[in-house]
């Protein structure tokens, strides 16, 4: 692929894409991207949602995913099906989980984003204490 992720905006285009038309459960991707931004492959799906529709967000699977890839980098994606884009305590406590992940593998995580409904979206790359 040639595409580079300049902004959240660039990266939710990518994810949004990847998602089906009707989403019933929540799913969880991972773009991998190299070092400079470059997209390495399409988003890659790692978790889809259980009856209860919640999706894990793995670290381990992740950046499983990511390092086969070959990634210097990474962005995760996940969809709320209710459209609601504030994030849960779950949310930021998986990004936060992510964080120490990432600097453990010398693998940033660049962004976390919600994905909500016609192509809203909501960045966790702020800083926790003010999304919490």
């Not at 991998?32 to 399409?42: E, R």
């Not at 992740?62 to 990474?74: D, H, N, Q, T, V």
């Not at 994030?87 to 994905?115: C, G, N, Q, Y």
Request: net charge negative.
């Amino acid at each position: 692929m040639d595409s580079f992720i300049f902004t959240p905006a660039d990266a939710a285009f990518l994810f949004r894409a990847a998602l089906p038309k009707v989403q019933r459960e929540e799913r969880v991707f991972v773009l991998p991207l190299d070092g400079s931004g470059k997209v390495l492959a399409k988003p890659i799906l790692v978790s889809v949602g259980h009856m209860d529709g919640t999706a894990t967000i793995d670290a381990g699977a992740i950046f499983r995913e990511a390092l086969k890839a070959g990634a210097e980098e990474i962005i995760v994606a996940h969809n709320h099906p209710s459209g609601d884009l504030t994030p849960s305590k779950a949310d930021i406590a998986a990004t936060t989980k992510l964080r120490e992940a990432a600097d453990l593998l010398s693998v940033p995580l660049i962004d976390h984003i919600i994905l909500g409904r016609g192509g809203a979206f909501r960045s966790l790359s702020e800083p926790l204490a003010i999304i919490g």
